[in-house]
């Protein structure tokens, strides 16, 4: 009887610890289901907060490049196609979505003939002011008291924009050169696809009145300077695909069967009907929206959470209800990962504000101070009252080699932490290699001229997969350390289809660095024992190997010391 009784009380109480452990776990895993419920809650505006800041950032950045080339025009009544494109080009080193940047000058008639004979004389595509008639045919601008011409162009792609077209003729754009004109500010344009270069590619127009003056107190209009942007690259520029979001753009502005602009890919696959702003309202899901004004227009983001990418969030906490006895280490294990996950958000966080910091000074904090001091350099050349001595312009020559270098760490610091963070995503396509490698000989023609360097280019006609843009820019930095390094003899570019390889060679005969440096190079802030005077923060190979990484391509280096380098690219 006694074992009996014994027996029964030990049951009874297993039965109470077991029901205990239950009720408890019961408890515990609905108050740990609205825990986790509320913390998710705040990471997502913690995270959109964060987003939006960045992508205003973005915005203000992409439109702050009208106003810096605004300047150059600013500063001199002379400008010549080759001074444009080398001061667009870099401007636009670090800011892909936008595809092509235009000068377009204010033409009255009585100035027509003199701006074709100027057009003509330097060489430049058509010799008239010219439309597009209706079967898509160049034909003479006809007569009207106002032109607005393209003078001068870059661009990345083909957007339909050549030297010499009127876009005057085009009424809606006409009406946005007038509006601009009034308004004395930068305006955007309704969203449009191209129909070549990338056909289907969803881009804005933006326009920059120019005045006399800077200080825009005259009326006397000198031109627009018009940049065509990539609306999608704007936003992949700006985010991560995220789990957490899905995130779709709006142009609030526009009419409600054209007010879609980007869905990320998350939102893609789940919300490809919604069209406009009027459906948001119909969401089941929580979500937050933002509102940015983007010249004159006003763009609206709207950020959804995705539950099923927190399904583990759901039935998580429902398993302590089945373990019962072992709720304490269970509890205590999920307090330790929530721990965890709180300070990889607090962390998350502050990494991502100070990143926004950095690129906000890299951006305009510190570029926009160099592109004053490059302004007052021209208008002091330029100034008729001042007699240059050959000391100051060896003096001027000097400080806009510093300013230039200073744009280049600028830019390399950039691109470093970008790679650093999974920021950089390649978009690859078939793409003709010759033209990229001609328009890079092109350029560094130029600049190993100015140090008396023999230039070579050779290219067969070949057709690559690649991100033409990623691999522009491992090009370049190849390229401008060759020319860095290389005081006499020559520089080589060059490719050929080797079996079922291409291969691309880049070669100079510069100071070279021996077998030991090889590794050592490669690593972030880390040069050759050989740099000597030349400044730099060794990061330019670092790039190169982090940027040949995501493409999948192999780098061979063979180097001597004083006898010169060559770089062998495998695609």
């Not at 092509?100 to 074709?116: C, D, G, T, Y």
């Not at 006609?461 to 190849?478: A, S």
Request: aromatic residues 10%; hydrophobic residues 40%; glycine residues 6%.
């Amino acid at each position: 009887m006694m074992t009996f009784s014994y027996f029964r009380r030990h049951v009874l109480l297993f039965s109470l610890v077991i029901l205990s452990g239950l009720i408890i776990s019961a408890v515990s895993s609905i108050f740990l289901f609205r825990y986790t419920r509320e913390q998710t809650q705040i990471r997502i505006e913690r995270q959109f907060e964060i987003s939006a800041e960045q992508l205003q950032l973005s915005i203000n950045n992409t439109l702050n490049t009208l106003t810096s080339v605004a300047g150059l025009f600013y500063s001199s009544n002379d400008v010549s196609q080759k001074q444009f494109k080398k001061f667009v080009s870099v401007n636009l080193q670090d800011k892909n979505s936008i595809i092509s940047l235009a000068w377009v000058p204010q033409i009255k008639h009585e100035q027509r003939k003199m701006f074709e004979e100027n057009m003509s004389g330097r060489g430049m595509h058509g010799k008239h002011i010219y439309d597009f008639n209706s079967h898509g045919l160049e034909s003479i601008a006809i007569r009207t008291d106002v032109y607005y011409p393209v003078q001068f162009l870059y661009s990345r792609i083909d957007t339909l924009l050549f030297p010499g077209l009127n876009l005057g003729t085009q009424y809606k754009t006409r009406k946005k050169f007038e509006e601009a004109a009034n308004a004395k500010k930068s305006l955007v344009t309704k969203s449009f696809r191209l129909q070549r270069g990338k056909p289907g590619l969803l881009t804005v127009r933006a326009f920059k009145p120019v005045y006399q003056d800077q200080t825009q107190s005259s009326d006397q209009l000198k031109g627009f300077v018009l940049a065509q942007i990539d609306v999608e690259d704007l936003m992949t520029s700006t985010f991560s695909e995220e789990d957490m979001l899905s995130i779709i753009l709006f142009d609030v502005d526009a009419d409600i069967d054209n007010q879609l602009l980007y869905l990320n890919k998350v939102a893609a696959e789940k919300y490809s009907h919604i069209v406009n702003i009027n459906q948001l309202g119909k969401l089941e899901h929580p979500y937050w929206t933002h509102y940015y004004n983007v010249g004159d227009r006003k763009w609206l983001v709207s950020f959804i959470e995705n539950i099923e990418s927190n399904s583990l969030i759901l039935w998580l906490p429902y398993l302590g209800l089945l373990v019962g006895l072992f709720f304490t280490a269970y509890l205590t294990l999920y307090m330790l990962i929530a721990w965890n996950k709180t300070r990889e958000v607090i962390q998350l966080k502050k990494e991502s504000e100070a990143k926004s910091r950095f690129l906000q000074a890299i951006g305009h904090d510190l570029r926009q101070p160099l592109n004053v001091i490059g302004l007052y350099l021209t208008r002091y050349e330029q100034d008729d009252n001042i007699e240059l001595t050959p000391e100051n312009i060896k003096l001027i020559k000097n400080i806009r080699e510093s300013i230039k270098g200073l744009h280049n760490m600028f830019t390399s610091l950039l691109d470093i932490t970008r790679l650093e963070a999974g920021m950089t995503q390649p978009q690859f396509e078939r793409v003709p290699l010759s033209p990229l490698l001609t328009d890079l000989g092109d350029e560094f023609d130029l600049l190993a001229a100015e140090k008396n360097l023999e230039f070579k280019m050779r290219c067969q006609d070949i057709t690559i997969k690649t991100d033409p843009v990623l691999l522009e820019r491992v090009l370049r930095n190849l390229l401008n350390n060759a020319v860095k390094y290389t005081d006499q003899g020559r520089l080589f570019l060059g490719a050929r289809k080797v079996s079922h390889q291409v291969k691309i060679y880049i070669m100079d005969t510069g100071r070279g660095f021996n077998n030991n440096e090889r590794e050592k190079i490669l690593e972030p802030y880390q040069r050759g024992e050989r740099t000597g005077d030349i400044d730099g923060l060794g990061l330019g190979l670092a790039i190169v190997q982090q940027t040949l990484d995501i493409l999948n391509l192999s780098m061979e280096i063979n180097s001597e010391t004083d006898k010169g380098t060559v770089i062998i690219l495998s695609l």
